[in-house]
């Protein structure tokens, strides 16, 4: 029983560490960045709760200011966000008992036993996209996916851990932030 608790610690342990949101960045390499100025919102995210919606907006609102850009009615990107969950399923098995000393050694076949458990979560993805908002041609677009945590809070940090990240090396060419 205590193999079982130990494997069950180690594996949150791990599931804990992969939770930081994994970012994808691609940007057109004909976009002028140095150009843009100024964004407005064409759509904002939607399909989870208001709360988090409005910290999304906030959080690239704020990242998008830290670059020197201003929100206007007609500005010169326009922005649109997506939200989207799914689940997922994985299966851990935990193994116990003598089977090491099994097949052939000491004349045996150990017994030993096996516990699967199966883990059903969710995962989040938030989707920016950025045009150009005179030839409405895409010039940016970041993702961030990560597993849904189970509290507000922990959702407000990985949301935010997501934002940063996905524009930490915004605009294309600038140097990654420290």
Known sequence: MKQFALAAVM????VACAS???????????????????YTWLAKPEG???????????????????????QAADGDVSLAA????????SLDTFYSGGAWGGWGWRGGMGMGSATTTVRTYDVGTLVVDMFDSKTKQAVWRGTASGTVPSSPEKVNASVQAG??????????????AK
């Open 11 to 14: 594996a949150t342990m791990l």
């Open 163 to 176: 934002i940063d990240k996905m524009f930490a090396s915004f605009p294309p060419g600038s140097a990654p």
């Open 48 to 70: 989870t709760s208001p709360l988090v919606q409005q910290r999304i907006v906030d959080g690239i609102d704020a990242q998008l200011r830290a670059k020197g850009w201003t």
């Open 20 to 38: 930081t949101p994994t970012v994808h960045t691609d940007s057109d390499p004909s976009a002028q960045f140095a150009s843009y100025h100024t």
């Open 82 to 89: 997506h939200v989207a969950t799914s689940q997922k399923q």
